[in-house]
């Protein structure tokens, strides 16, 4: 390490750089404080030793410089017997430790040894940050198109903010992968990053899931459980299909995006998290609250701030760009022969950027060298307007299979969602579901 002595003591400032240089330090002494900030702008040490009691700017006064002008420099306090209380304050003041003299070099080097220890670690975790951000951040997100570039616009922006997101898209459009870039490109980015579906629990466990639960609060709660919002304090919490949270539920937690505050279920302690929501969803919010499904209220406060993703259907201009960028994953990239490519190219991708990513994937499994027209699935080699267009059988029976298919498209192209697939389709939710049900598809 290179390490700066500051002494006025002429024999302790010699002795200590001497013991440096030779443990292997590269060290340097100065007699006043005023000198060694003069050599800290000249040069990048990793340590400053400093005494306490000097003439002219002290200990304390050198410290709070150091703390300012160099904060990647760890500064050591050295006092008399009679001054440890001084030190201590030194150390809330940013010291990162404190020697009484007269004290052993060897003591020294010890404290320097750890000091290492503890550098490695905080270099560890800062390389660990930087590839969470090189893996999570927006430039993860693939394409140049008009709707792309809109949304990286506003990504710059939220990234650097604090507010809420309402991130809206199809399935597979992305919507985990821009949780990620936000959060990891925010001042949070150190703080915990929770995901919570909502889709995927029930209406009981998502509230003891979301706010956590006190001992005999319900059947099987044995003991006390800790909420995803109580481990998301300081840093994000993801909300996936926010639109499945049932209206009792949006009550609690409009009331947690106001003022930070809610209670554990069964408790009556009031508690405060300092949390950061982004919520997503598949369907359109905004057909819900008229629907009367979904509260305004709690609408208006998650949208802060829309991002809409846009279906892949929607910039086509971008297949190309996330075709290369998929291929760059591998060492070996294959060749994809033109009339494949057009394929490709011509296929709506009902699943979006997820579908082309696992098809590609798939691709490239099984042939590794080269991709040929023959080695996509059915469904990308019909053109649109074949897809699911039943050959064989009676009128009734073709008009069925493809009434089937209808149905299972837009089941698809909504997520599984039946009220957004009966809007996408212009019918109610009650025909939608009997003609599920006609063809099994329930």
Known sequence: MRVLVVDDEEIMRVTLRDA???????????????????????????????????????????????????????????????????????????AYDYLTKPFDPYELMRLLDRLGEHRTLREENLRLRTVLRERHGFHQLVGKSTPMQQVYETLDVVCRADCTVLIEGETGTGKEMVTNAIHFSSPRQTQPLVKVSCAALSAEILESELFGHVRGAFTGATSDKVGRFESAHGGTLFLDEVDDIPLPLQVKLLRVLEDGSFERVGDTKTRSVD?????????????????????????????????????????????????????????????????????????????????????????MMFHPDCIERRDLPEEVLAGPDEVGLPREGSFDERMAALEARLLRDALDRAGGNQREAARQLQMPASTLRSRLERHGLL
């Open 20 to 94: 440096l240089t030779d443990a292997g330090h590269d060290a340097e002494a100065c007699a006043r404080a005023e000198d060694a900030c003069k050599r800290l702008a000249e040069t990048a040490f990793d340590v400053t030793l400093a005494d306490l009691r000097m003439p002219g700017m002290d200990g304390l006064a050198f410290l709070e410089y150091v703390r300012r002008e160099h904060p990647d420099v760890v500064t050591l306090i050295m006092t008399a017997y009679g001054s440890v209380e001084t030190a201590v304050e030194a150390m809330k003041a940013g």
């Open 275 to 363: 949390v950061r929501i982004l919520a997503a969803t598949k369907v359109n919010l905004r057909q819900l609250v008229l629907e009367k499904s979904f509260r305004d209220d709690l609408f208006y406060r998650l949208n802060e701030v829309p991002i809409r993703l846009p279906p892949l259907r929607e910039r086509p201009e971008d297949i190309p760009v996330l075709i290369d960028s998929f291929l760059r994953d591998r060492e070996t990239q294959p060749e994809i022969a033109d009339d494949a490519y057009r394929a490709l190219l011509d296929y709506d991708w009902p699943g979006n950027v997820r579908e082309l990513r696992h098809l590609i994937d798939r691709l």
